[in-house]
């Protein structure tokens, strides 16, 4: 029975031939041992040249896939570069199959994503319409078009110097933050797995808000360390409650977003903040202030960071620009210490030996020649009228109380009917086409949910859109409440 054939396609004839065996191969047509049709055989069968026939034989030899057999001719290879052939595979019991054996686990990964919705409310998401992609293009060409090939080699590990330069100016003007090594990550994630990495052990507990950011639980989860809630009121963190853990435990750190509080939005104030850096202080523990969204503040102008005023440098500053541009430019930035910084950069080596030096670079250019900022003050306006927008739709309704926040991409919302779980609401939404998170996602401590709570961004979408998905998901509300119950 014929089984070579060559394949249709503009490759040499014995790279054709050489591949039609190795199909053979792996379908099982042939095992290890078995003999192959004589070189003259195939010259017939196939039209083609026995130079060619040996070519291709030859090629299958070096790659281990056929032997020579002096006064033999061609067999299969005895150590084929698979595990075997198909049926030799079936012949085994499906229970026999390689299993990895996994250490760790991450976070489960939503699918579909958030951003296939058509109504997207998770929080933090900026409006990537609104990007000024063509204004960004022009530096990216600039620094293709003269490239600096020293930067895209190894090296550099903590960021381009360029942007690193702009970014302490940037923190240095707008959030007051000096004395500082800037580190440019690969997003803020990163970062948060370096200083995990760098700080904490086994056993170690890690002060968070009692409510609080996913990612970072995980992160510091995955580094072996146990989480301790810190309770919550109207104001953020309370300080007296943090220092009881403290003193009946073994935190060796605390991790805040004091402004704009995720996902609560409150902003603890200088009286709390001065209070929970006395206690790091005291006890000699850092603090990870995640400032992820700093610029968005409207009402006012934003409380300075607790990193300015640090006499004890034991506060890791951590932002990024993902709500700012876009999440796919992963731009984090650390401000720290330089003993710290050194650490980082270190450990970092291990991770990656380079950032993203064309969009560092560009990102650098765009900042200086202050289009950064102009798009800044373009988006802090559209998302300021965003959320006036959104707290009137929701005020139309008589089912949300909520707490209007200075500053900002999204609303903290709670029902009015406590009876109606906002877990199932939201599962419910999704067949509808609205992704939006729930109270459970953010409990540290899963006893204490209450399932009350949704966290609504008003950022991400066009107002009539906002408008559209909170009216469908009001009609899921009003007449799913016994299912929802």
Not at 23 to 51: A, F
Not at 108 to 134: C, H, M, R, V, W
Not at 214 to 231: H, Q
Not at 330 to 336: E, F, M, P, S
Request: net charge positive.
């Amino acid at each position: 029975m014929k089984i070579f054939n060559l394949l249709d396609n503009e490759s040499a004839k014995y790279l054709q031939l050489a591949e039609s065996v190795k199909t053979n191969i792996r379908k099982g047509n042939l095992l290890p041992g078995d003999t192959l049709p004589s070189v003259k055989t195939l010259s017939d069968d196939l039209h083609l040249n026995r130079h060619t026939i040996m070519k291709a034989f030859a090629e299958l030899i070096a790659e281990a896939w056929v032997e020579s057999k002096q006064r033999v001719g061609y067999k299969v290879g005895a150590n084929i570069p698979i595990e075997g052939s198909l049926k030799q595979l079936k012949s085994h019991d499906k229970q026999t199959k390689f299993k990895f054996r996994l250490i760790r686990s991450g976070t489960s990964i939503d699918s579909p994503p958030a951003t296939q919705y058509e109504y997207n409310f998770s929080g933090g998401q900026p409006d990537l319409f609104k990007f000024p992609f063509k204004e960004f293009k022009q530096h990216m060409s600039a620094t293709l078009t003269r490239p600096n090939l020293e930067q895209l080699s190894y090296g550099e590990i903590m960021g381009v110097p360029e942007l690193r330069l702009q970014v302490k100016t940037y923190l240095r003007q707008s959030r007051a933050i000096t004395n500082r090594e800037v580190i440019i990550t690969n997003g803020s994630q990163e970062a948060l797995f370096i200083i995990a990495q760098l700080l904490l052990q086994e056993g170690d507990q890690v002060a968070v808000e009692a409510l609080g950011y996913p990612p970072a639980m995980a992160v510091f989860n995955n580094a072996g360390a146990d989480l301790v809630a810190i309770k919550q009121d109207q104001l953020g963190i309370i300080p007296t409650d943090l220092e009881q853990k403290i003193q009946n435990g073994s935190i060796r750190l605390i991790y805040l977003t004091p402004l704009h509080q995720y996902p609560t939005t409150v902003t603890l104030p200088i009286a709390r903040r001065m209070a929970v850096y006395q206690l790091a202080v005291k006890y000699r523990i850092p603090i990870i202030e995640d400032d992820y969204d700093h610029e968005f503040h409207y009402r006012c102008q934003p409380l300075a960071p607790m990193a300015s005023n640090d006499p004890q440098q034991l506060v890791i500053y951590l932002s990024t620009f993902s709500k700012i541009m876009f999440p796919g430019a992963r731009v984090g930035i650390l401000a720290v210490n330089k003993t710290l910084a050194k650490a980082v950069a270190e450990y970092r080596m291990i991770i990656s030996h380079k950032g993203n030096a064309l969009m560092q670079l560009a990102l650098a250019k765009w900042m200086k020649e202050k289009g950064f900022e102009r798009h800044l003050k373009r988006m802090t306006r559209t998302y300021m009228a965003r959320r006036e927008h959104a707290i009137k739709c929701l005020e139309q309704y008589n089912l949300f109380e909520f707490t209007c926040p200075d500053g900002g991409m999204a609303l903290w919302v709670k029902l009015k009917n406590t009876s109606i779980n906002t877990s199932k609401l939201a599962a419910m939404a999704r067949h509808k086409g609205i992704y939006i998170q729930h109270e459970k996602q953010y409990q540290t401590v899963p006893q204490c949910n209450r399932n009350h709570y949704l966290r609504m961004s008003f950022a991400s979408m066009p107002e009539s859109k906002f408008s559209d998905g909170l009216s469908i998901l009001v009609n899921l509300i009003n007449t799913k409440a016994e299912v929802l119950a």
